[in-house]
T-cell receptor, first 117, second 110 residues
Framework: DTAVSQTPKYLVTQMGNDKSIKCEQN?????MYWYKQDSKKFLKIMFS???????INETVPNRFSPKSPDKAHLNLHINSLELGDSAVYFC????????????????FGEGSWLTVV | GQQVMQIPQYQHVQEGEDFTTYCNSS?????IQWYKQRPGGHPVFLIQ?????EVKKQKRLTFQFGEAKKNSSLHITATQTTDVGTYFC??????????FGPGTRLSVLP
């Protein structure tokens, strides 16, 4: 069973379009994230949600809007896609509190390869 | 804000050679984690270090946490082609989220 699953895995779309990436985790974690990995492999956190509440919102254009309907889901909607949005987007989750380390391990989904043409 | 750096950015080794990547944080860390990302894959957790001066081993991999808890290293002995990938450190300061380093991309020539 996949712990963190995201769809679609591949997405090719034209500039100006709006697209969404969905993410679900079955680990019972309280915290979910979106990371962006560019062509140079830099992993940058975009958003962090804890139990459906936005915790981190890094300097990300407001064309990116995360939505968390419940603590097991965190979707990413992107408006007016630009060429520079082409990247791999990773959904991830972790636990906030625990007793057995490493309880704050980040579990990543398999990634969504977004190509804007 | 907190910054995490890694060197080298790239490393090419012949199979059987050793490999080391170094991670440095601008702030003192409460713990540090290491992740491996295979080509085309996603980052996967390897290990966590918490104590000052801690050393942990996983088969051919040796992880160290510096005495000042601001740096860490990952050493691979006798690399194999299965070691190919990008190795990320992620440092966490008290009350903060993990910040990932830029990664070291390892290629192993057979």
């Amino acid at each position: 069973d996949t712990a963190v699953s995201q769809t679609p895995k591949y997405l090719v779309t034209q500039m100006g379009n709006d697209k969404s990436i969905k993410c679900e985790q079955n680990l019972g974690h309280d915290t979910m994230y979106w990371y962006k990995q560019d062509s140079k492999k830099f992993l940058k956190i975009m958003f962090s949600y804890n139990n459906k509440e936005l915790i981190i919102n890094e300097t990300v254009p407001n064309r990116f809007s995360p939505k968390s309907p419940d603590k097991a889901h965190l979707n990413l909607h992107i408006n007016s896609l630009e060429l520079g949005d082409s990247a791999v987007y990773f959904c991830a989750s972790s636990q906030v509190f625990g007793t057995d380390p490493p309880w704050d391990t980040i579990y990543f989904g398999e990634g969504s390869w977004l190509t804007v043409v | 804000g907190q910054q995490v750096m890694q060197i080298p950015q790239y490393q090419h080794v012949q199979e059987g050679e050793d490999f080391t990547t170094y991670c440095n944080s601008s702030t003192t860390l409460s713990n540090i984690q290491w992740y491996k990302q295979r080509p085309g894959g996603h980052p996967v957790f390897l290990i966590q270090l918490v104590k000052s001066g801690e050393v942990k081993k996983q088969k051919r991999l040796t992880f160290q946490f510096g005495e000042a808890k601001k740096n860490s290293s990952l050493h691979i002995t006798a690399t194999q082609t299965t070691d190919v990938g990008t190795y990320f450190c992620a440092g966490k300061a008290d009350g903060q989220n993990f910040v990932f380093g830029p990664g070291t991309r390892l290629s192993v020539l057979p």
